[in-house]
């Protein structure tokens, strides 16, 4: 209990500093645009030109003009937005707004994360079976694994743009698109950590087996598969994180129509900061919600299995 | 069965040698190894590490093959007697699946050798009160001490009813009073189910108390220095260890390593 309650504070501090550090960033980004807007609207500014202040460090002009601080926290386009613009936005963006709204993040988040299930999916699936073919064939070892590895030093930036222009030449466009990126990021570290799940088991393990005269497959269903099982959703954890990365790349070069890539797009075209924020902490608190419940699947389903106490 | 197959060695190795190619340069690991056992025998290997008594458990079990000489397991080959469900086979540590119950665990060879459902409950009952584990049937492995689980794993070897027994230092991870409980239960067992058992050991108590036949053996190469047929009778409670006829195998045995040690310094 008492733990609980330090690890409470724990937590809370580092969010505490976090926040408070993000507001201070805030006063030396924004200073110049704000004594711009001060300025036109008449107040008395240090040093009056224009010019002079472009040449100015920023912590200067904080110094010179430190009742312009406040305004740093509420302009309409920041540079950096703090954080209460970033959370009025995302309030404003999901409860306030319709699902079927083209401004809801909700509706947009609903856009990626589709798309990062399937393509998840499809990863862990190919994952798995490149890590079974590996494991029980040596030329599959030396054929795939480094084509596997290979595939991941190539950034997906780079690639996103031509898997996406290749399937819409052969008329394939939408989701699917944007699913192959995430599989293609995801199916990586299925790939790794089944490889190492399934070779787990040690050389007494699979001696014993070997006295009971027991068949390949029969060791894998009864000895490598649930051996693996606390690799695998290690794996799943970093690939479904990896997934939806893939999805929100894949939105990018499509003309940003839908999803958190077309957000941070938008908003980018626009200079829309706080939308841009927004959606990025939309896509990360997506990420932590999908880790999370696959953490808990982990523990249901390891200690179900009597592997976790 | 014939009259022949009772009189029939159970384990009987002629020569037998096997070198081990390593990127050292081959190891001898056994050289011109001789052994009968006939059957109900307690065989115990007993020599310093490198001495061959696990590698030779491991021909009889097929787990290792001989480069020379025969071997013969109930009058097959290693590998026919594999098949044919000869043995079961104990390690130095448990090695229970952590994602079994302790009854489950038991059932993996009656899954893998295709008993029914029934059958298979049947095997589990009976060897968990073979091994004094009643009522654990249901528990997890790390729920078990670590005494308990090495007995569940001998349950495990004794399932599927095997007439041998081989045991590569099962108890050599337990402390010496958790040793000296399960050894009396082990002779319990032996004497109830009559089977064959070849144990490995580095502890000359153990071997002198649970064995009716003591295989000395030393290394670089290893080979059989000395068997000891004992002449301890089949009852023995813990305190036969302070016996002038205990006392006096052990120190044949010791005489026996020492001996093999000496060509070696």
Redesign the interface.
Known sequence: MNDGFKAFWAVLTVLAVIVVFWYAACIPMNIKGVLTEQERAGAEVQPPSAKDRRDMSEFGLVLNNSFAIPATWEQDRPRLPAPHQVAVEMWETTVQKKITSKRSLIYHGWVTLSATMLGFVIGTGLGILLAVGIVHSRVMDLSVMPWAIVSQTIPIIALAPMIIVVLYSVGIQGIIPKAVISAYLSFFPVVVGMVKGLRSPDA??L????????SRS?GFW??RL??S?PYLFTSLKIGIAASLVGAIVGELPTGAVAGLGARLLAGSYYGQTVQIWSALFAAAILAACLVGLLGLVERKVLKR???A? | MNTESTTQPVIEARQLDLTFQTNDGPIHALKDVNLTVDKGDFVSFIGPSGCGKTTFLRCI?A?ETPTGGTLTVNGMTPDEA??NRA???V???A?L?????IAKNIK??L???GYSATEQDERVRNVLELVDLEGFGGK???QLSGGMQQRASIARALAFDADILLMDEPFGALDEIVRDHLNEQLLALWARTEKTIGFVTHSIPEAVYLSTKIVVMSPRPGRITDVIDSPLPKERPLDIRDTPEFIEVAHRVREGLRAGHADDE
């Not at chain 2, 699946?97 to 119950?101: A, I, L, N, S, V």
């Open positions: 007494m393990q001696d014993l087996l070997r006295t009971y005269s027991a029969q009864k000895l649930p051996a099982m299995m009597g592997m106490q | 079990a787990l594999r098949r043995y079961g086979y390690f130095q540590a090695g699946y952590p994602w079994r119950t993996l060879p899954e893998i050798m997890f492995p790390w």
